[in-house]
């Protein structure tokens, strides 16, 4: 078809621009506008292994995403009501759909470790097509990664032990992951399950324990952690001592047996050394029954006790006697039943053995088996000499006596205040 005008006749210019302008604008926005965008979308978790795309108005698609907000790449294309849109799965390891109404494209992965190919055709009011390929990457849950922190209180009735797992996380958290479900197990105890992230018992034997603190997310994951964790007081060598409550205080229930100060330096060893156990700067330590220490070694500025804990005065073994009724029958309830003879009934848990003593020389001296000794940081006032506990097996009294800086006693270590 053509069409005739006339040279210099207006009305038929006019009529042609028109039809220009018609013909333009039938053209005009038949090709749809795709653009690149990277983070303008949001995520749904709805069910185990299940995402849901939901993205703001005029939008349709987005390319490949993995756990953990790493976005790769997202391709948005302007949605037009007008449009229709066709799906084909090119994989049998997942499943999608879309509704084109809602803007909303729902995958779900039956496997891992897999690309799931998505082929889009999209066909405009003037029957143009185009075809979008989205590509998603079927990614396993990642389980939640445990961190936890454990701390023990001495309470009369044992070992208050406190683990606190609040700074566990579930990597997935950007995709609406989270912990549901924390399990606590001490050594060999009965592992509790509770929605709390933090979990306290009363343990009453003092020993290293495996704590296993596991995590559970919203996919059924689990996350686990071992961590290692002496119950008691413990020295810089890893000596677990058990505590005890009598009165006001709080003693270690068994006699000290580091061979280093608190500082971690080494408490040199007199044993078979008369040299050494003379050293008046630093002391020394010598092998008995247990472990027996110079009065230096006691009194030494690097503390012999564990931080927190110091060797008792006068005043405080005097204040121990106190809730044990009076010094004529004390002996008897401090005393355990290891004794050859003469024990006691150990009532107050202070759980005390023979110990034998260190002579001048440096050599351990058992006593038969019927003696214990236990320095004091007390000096008598009259001669300037030592002032030690003394348990005997043939008396259920204490002695406070005055010791030589020279010979070798056992030693027990009391909280500080």
Not at 31 to 58: G, R
Not at 74 to 88: A, P, V
Not at 156 to 184: C, H, M, Q, W
Not at 211 to 225: S, T
Request: aromatic fraction near 12%; include cysteine.
């Amino acid at each position: 078809m053509s069409v005739l005008i006339k040279k210099n006749c207006l009305p038929c210019k006019i009529l042609l621009l028109l039809s220009f302008m018609i013909l333009f604008t039938a053209c005009d926005n038949r090709e749809l506008d795709i653009i690149d965008v990277f983070e303008d979308f949001t995520i749904i978790k709805e069910a185990p292994d299940s995402l849901m795309y939901q993205y703001p108005e005029k939008s349709a698609y987005a390319d490949t995403l993995r756990v953990g907000n790493e976005a790769k790449y997202t391709l948005i294309i302007k949605r037009s009501s007008e449009c229709q849109f066709t799906l084909n799965f090119d994989t049998a390891s997942s499943e999608c759909s879309f509704d084109p109404e809602t803007c909303m494209l729902r995958y779900k992965a039956l496997s891992v470790a897999d690309t799931n190919k998505v082929t889009i055709d999209i066909t405009d009011p003037w029957n143009q097509k185009k075809t979008v390929f989205i590509y998603f990457t079927s990614l396993k849950n990642l389980a939640p990664v445990i961190h936890a922190t454990i701390e023990q209180k001495f309470i009369p009735s044992g070992y208050e032990i406190t683990i606190d797992a609040r700074k566990s996380a579930d990597p997935d958290s950007g995709l609406n992951g989270t912990i549901v479900l924390y399990e606590f197990k001490i050594g060999n105890q009965e592992a509790i399950q509770t929605t709390s992230p933090t979990y306290t018992d009363t343990l009453d034997t003092p020993l290293n324990y495996v704590i296993k603190v596991r995590a559970k997310d919203n996919e059924e994951e689990w996350g686990a952690q071992n961590y290692s964790f002496n119950v008691g007081l413990t020295d810089v060598e890893n000596n677990i001592y058990p505590v005890v409550f009598i009165g006001d205080q709080v003693w270690m229930a068994a006699d000290l047996m580091a061979t280093k100060f608190a500082d971690n330096t080494d408490i040199p060893d007199g044993s078979t050394n008369s040299i050494l156990w003379s050293n008046q700067e630093t002391g020394a330590y010598s092998k008995g029954l247990g472990i027996l220490y110079s009065w230096y070694a006691v009194t030494c500025s690097k503390n012999i006790c564990p931080s927190g804990w110091h060797v008792p005065s006068k005043l405080d073994w005097g204040e121990l006697v106190d809730p044990l009724g009076n010094e004529s029958n004390a002996g008897k309830h401090l005393k355990n039943s290891n004794w050859k003879t003469g024990a006691g009934d150990n009532s107050s848990g202070f759980s005390a053995g023979y110990t034998g003593y260190v002579s001048e020389n440096g050599v351990y001296n058992s006593s038969d088996g019927v003696e214990g000794y236990w320095w004091s940081t007390s000096i008598s006032e009259e001669n300037s000499k030592p002032i030690c506990l003394h348990l005997s097996a043939s008396t259920d009294s204490i002695d406070m006596f005055e010791g030589l800086k020279t010979e070798g006693y056992a030693v027990r270590c009391l909280r500080d205040n």
